[in-house]
């Protein structure tokens, strides 16, 4: 059908997706005889696509993108324990006979911050905001590693609900928009306290509205984290630099949670030492 191995991403819509880019080039570094493209699958046709992929001897797997990371979980034949807890899919390959989803976003997302997770800290605190499918693998991976986490969203409901996933407090869940407003709130002394502040929202991404946050929110020294990758670098990022804070901007995680769903799919580890080519063809 294939004519060789492949593995592609699906969602709709999806021709803006940069996976073909990422892992075509690791397959080149690695010298690996396969492919990885891009499919547009409907929210309709799911279950056929994964009926006739499942049959397919080179298929290797997908990424699931937006909107069917979700809906692809009671479609598969077993998930990942820790897919189940983030309660979304994004990576699906078949093993045995039987398609298996996993979560990379997890492992992706921790991946530019391993460098201050490995120092000791007094206390970790994050203000996530976002309470949507990527806000759960941000959460999760935060609270497992020592985080209290303050879950911001348009939606109160929601943020409580994903607060309630690993640790129900009212205290630490609160409108989107309270961000936005000025805060005369005094910063006590931070000292041995890594704070972090992560948008998992599409606001700031290219054709959005930006963020609206007051940094009277954010504390002295925080590290400011933002998924969205298009573009590179959005208001958030850019008024953090101006105020000589830390940033970390989308790609990195996007390239992270590509590293291990390339690892499931082709069985071996990328090669990453050309990455920061890589990067430069993403924003190209």
């Known amino acids: 059908m294939s004519g060789g ?14 996976s073909p880019v990422i892992h075509q080039h690791w397959l080149a570094l690695a010298g690996i005889d396969a492919d990885y493209r891009a499919t547009l699958v409907r929210p309709e046709d799911l279950p056929t696509y994964l009926e006739s992929r499942q049959k397919d001897p ?6 699931v993108t937006i909107p069917h990371k979700q809906a ?46 490995a120092q000791d800290h007094l206390f970790r605190m994050a ?8 806000a759960k693998a941000v959460a999760l991976a935060l609270h497992d590693h020592g985080f209290t986490n303050v879950i911001a969203a348009r939606d109160v409901k929601q943020a409580r609900t ?26 006590d002394d931070r000292e041995g306290i890594f704070d972090l502040v ?9 054709g959005k509205p930006p963020l609206a946050i007051d940094f009277s929110h954010v ?36 390239i992270g949670q590509a590293a291990e769903a390339f690892r499931l799919f082709f069985g071996a580890a990328p090669p990453r030492e050309r990455d920061a080519e890589l990067r430069a063809m993403l924003v190209s």
């Open 219 to 254: 504390p002295p020294h925080a590290v400011i984290y933002d998924i969205v990758y298009a573009p590179l670098e959005t208001e958030l990022l850019a008024e953090a630099r101006r105020r000589g804070l830390r940033t970390i901007d989308g790609l990195y995680m996007l």
């Open 127 to 134: 203000r996530i905001l976002g309470a949507g499918g990527a």
């Open 198 to 206: 992560v948008n998992t929202t599409p606001l700031g991404m290219t």
């Open 58 to 63: 080179y298929w290797r797997g997908c990424n």
């Open 162 to 187: 994903l607060r309630e996933s690993f640790e129900p407090d009212d205290r630490l869940v609160c409108p989107l928009e309270q961000f936005a407003t000025p805060t005369d709130f005094p910063w």
């Open 72 to 117: 692809v979980m009671p479609l598969l034949g077993r998930i990942d324990p820790a897919a189940e807890r983030i309660g979304a899919v994004n990576t699906v390959r078949p093993e045995g006979g039987v398609l298996t989803g996993y979560n990379t976003d997890y492992k992706g997302f921790l991946e530019p911050l391993r460098p201050f997770l």
């Open 5 to 18: 191995p492949y593995a592609e991403v699906i969602g709709d819509p999806i021709a803006h997706s940069k």
